[in-house]
């Protein structure tokens, strides 16, 4: 086999694409120098073609040596299964003997699933003889056989145990996940109600006491205010955890973990331990501190570094006070600390300790590369010693994710007991910065050297590189999707629904070499069928609807598995064109999705409508020339005129002279008419298209050149209902998509 053979087939068995065609028809092949760099990220030796051909017979070794996958994965409704299916490989001189089993189901079962006898520990033997064989091959010389048997067992959704042992064969435990055949719904969307809410960037919210940006207390105002006002859904950016030694990286889209909160959305006065606490009453009456919060308020930007100087000390204040008064005196809020403690286990440890060691090295450096040897594995020694000598410190950082998880299980709370069928809407972000806590905890399944972006597309021309790593596919699977599983708990945790961005991503990842640009990437595969399976089991474990971020170049056949995984889509009337760039008809958007007029990364309704983002990207110097700028500008009034001209088609009256020259109340209101009257099933409004703001949130393509991730809202959350921009458009969709007279999240038979 040449050398070019081999590392082809390694390249394809570790789900490397040797080809793409990118958004513009555009054909690229794959290097063999971008392949190595993959490889070896994936933990494959391949420096040379002796290394290539080596890890290739490895790789077959392992596939014929164990005699199961290291997870199984299996879909069923919610009878479950009356028996185990197995593909058992042995070697041949094995095939007459017994196979030994033995069960152990997943202890902690699903609200919707009755027990059965599958959920009891059990054990037994099967005759090899009797398995049927459905392959075979030689591997270093011994024959192996594939047969298939089948354990006599009740099965139930969860997440099971299963050891095997064969004479003369290394026994194996493998991890059996059983998973609805699709993602929960509510039953009132079940039934096609259509729904409505508004979405936010939880730090933009302006709230009459917040510290400088928006914060948990801001957004239970607005679950009530949503709430009140018939909305079913209140749609969030990520809430995840940032960097503390780093307050101003703060874009929710690159955290430093996945798993975790940011501490600053803590409301202080909502904090129990306020009240007592001393420390914090001094820091609250120092001369000049209400000053200093009153400036942060006062601006339409957040200082995020000067919210954190302000809000950190106090926080820590009111640590001290709970470690005084409650931290393992067995009072009420001492057993929900350690019940939280206990429900997040290892990661939030481990979360802790890095939090603890970041702020320790911080002036070695921001990633855990930086610092000393000894503390680059979570399982060192000087790890283990480092925690027990920084305990006090450790614990805090465990203290303010119990806080802000449980400020953050109030406005959940408030959504349910305000009848919201769905409530809380979450935003997972795609991935985790490659300096973040994320990275230090999963580095085993990091693929170093690599990180994840886009080929070129219409929106950008060179591709993207996102900077942060992906996540080893092999290696996920290995681990029987154990970090999958829990980014999607931490996710799901309080949440009615969870946008996944990036959704393609369980199907496949555009890898790009980190000292690379776009065109030297290539897609690599991910185990979809089984990604997909625990992501519907998940979304029943927690009554969690799914909604996939499908924006961008979309394979043939994706939208529709996920119709059929019942995962909604996600679509805005910006992007819904036809061929020849007209604006698809209400009719035609899907009713399995959600609908918005645009978002967080793309202009405002009135930034869109005047070109006030054409002109914001020309002054940042994002068009390569005056011809290009001049083009798009010219792009945009024809987009005003469809626009125009689609409405008056769907037979929403609205004059407007199309010259952009500003975006009028009556205009926002027939944009917001057409999407809410598309079968689509979830409706998203923004609230800077609700208060008539100009800027958007993110402009893609700058960092520190635009102020992204730092906009705030212009009205209080608590005036948001005299605002009358605001007020119009509630009554609209109030109107156009009202909801049922009792709220309904009860879970339905739609495994």
Not at 400 to 429: I, K, N, S, T
Not at 502 to 520: C, S, T
Not at 673 to 684: D, E, G, K, M, Y
Not at 693 to 722: C, F, I, K, Y
């Amino acid at each position: 086999m040449s050398r070019e053979d081999s590392l082809e087939m390694l390249a394809r068995r570790a789900g490397l694409l040797p080809e793409y065609w990118d958004a513009f028809g555009t054909h690229a092949v794959v290097s063999e120098t971008t392949k190595r760099i993959f490889l070896a990220g994936m933990g494959m030796a391949v420096a040379d073609d002796g290394e290539v051909d080596a890890s290739l017979k490895e790789m077959e070794r392992r596939a014929w040596s164990r005699m199961l996958p290291p997870c199984l994965v299996l879909r069923c409704d919610a009878d479950g299964l009356d028996r185990l299916p197995l593909a058992v490989s042995v070697p041949e001189a094995a095939r007459d003997r017994a196979l030994s089993w033995s069960w152990r189901p997943d202890p902690t079962g699903l609200v919707d699933v009755p027990a059965s006898a599958g959920d009891q520990a059990q054990a037994g033997t099967l005759s090899l003889s009797d398995g049927a064989v459905v392959g075979g091959a030689t591997v270093g010389g011994v024959g192996h056989l594939r047969l298939s048997l089948a354990v006599p067992l009740a099965v139930t959704w969860g997440y099971h145990h299963l050891a095997v042992s064969v004479d003369g064969v290394e026994p194996v435990t493998v991890t059996v996940i059983v998973a609805p055949w699709r993602c929960y719904l509510p039953a009132a969307l079940t039934r096609g109600e259509r729904m409505w809410g508004p979405t936010v960037q939880v730090y933009a919210l302006r709230g009459r006491d917040d510290w400088g940006m928006g914060d948990f207390n801001d957004l239970r105002h607005l679950v009530a205010l949503s709430a009140r006002e018939g909305a079913s859904v209140v749609g969030l950016n990520p809430l995840h955890a940032l960097f503390p030694t780093r307050p101003g990286h703060a874009s929710p889209y690159s955290p430093s973990s996945r798993l975790f909160l940011n501490p600053l959305y803590i409301h202080v006065p909502s904090v129990p331990e306020l009240a007592d606490s001393d420390h914090a009453t001094a820091i609250l009456e120092t001369p000049g501190f209400r000053e200093r919060l009153d400036a942060l308020t006062a601006t339409d930007l957040i200082d995020h570094t000067a919210v954190h100087a302000a809000k950190w000390p106090v926080l820590e204040a009111l640590y001290k006070t709970f470690r005084a008064r409650d931290l393992d005196r067995d009072t009420d809020r001492d057993r929900a600390f350690q019940a939280f403690r206990a429900a997040r286990g290892r990661p939030l440890r481990l979360f802790a300790i890095y939090q603890v060691l970041a702020e320790t090295f911080a002036d070695v450096g921001h990633s855990y590369h930086d610092w000393p040897a000894d503390y680059h594995h979570p399982d060192a020694p000087a790890v283990a010693a480092f925690a027990a000598e920084h305990a006090v410190r450790v614990t805090l950082h465990e203290y303010l994710q119990f806080e802000a998880d449980r400020q953050l299980g109030r406005c959940c709370d408030e959504a349910q007991g305000a009848g919201m069928p769905v409530g809380l809407y979450h935003d997972l972000a795609l991935g985790a910065d490659s300096t973040g806590a994320d990275a230090w905890i999963l580095q085993d399944l990091v693929v170093e050297g690599v990180a994840v972006g886009a080929p070129p597309d219409p929106l950008n021309l060179n591709g993207q590189n996102w900077g942060f790593p992906p996540l080893n596919p092999v290696g996920l699977r290995e681990r029987a999707y154990d970090a999958f599983v829990e980014v999607l708990r931490a996710s799901m945790r309080h949440a009615g629904a969870l946008r996944i961005d990036h959704v393609l991503g369980l199907m496949r990842m555009f890898w790009i070499p980190r000292e690379g640009q776009a065109q030297d990437g290539g897609y690599v595969f991910y185990p979809f069928d089984e990604m997909l399976a625990v992501l519907a089991l998940e979304s029943h474990r927690n009554r969690c609807v799914v909604v996939g971020e499908d924006l961008g170049t979309v394979p043939e056949g994706f939208r529709e598995r996920m119709n059929h995984e019942n995962i909604l889509s996600y679509r805005l009337m910006v992007f819904e064109r036809h061929m020849d760039q007209s604006l698809k008809t209400p009719g035609e958007y899907p009713a399995m999705a959600v609908v918005a007029v645009a978002t967080h990364d793309l202009p405002t309704l009135r930034g869109f409508w005047t070109g006030h983002d054409l002109q914001v990207k020309n002054d940042l110097q994002l068009f390569p020339s005056a011809e290009v700028y001049d083009r798009e500008r010219r792009a945009r009034a024809d987009d005003r005129d469809r626009i125009l001209s689609t409405l008056r088609d769907a037979g929403i009256d609205v004059t407007d002279d199309g010259s952009g020259a500003t975006l009028s109340s009556p205009l926002s209101e027939a944009i917001h008419r057409f999407i809410a009257s598309t079968p689509s099933l979830v409706l998203l409004l923004q609230l800077e298209d609700a208060l008539g703001e100009m800027d958007q949130a993110n402009v893609p393509g700058t960092v520190s050149e635009h102020p992204n991730w730092r906009r705030r809202l212009s009205v209080p959350v608590e005036a948001l209902h005299e605002h009358e921009g605001f007020r119009a458009l509630v009554h609209l969709l109030r109107e156009a998509r009202p909801r049922a007279a009792t709220g309904d999240g009860a879970a339905v038979a739609n495994g």
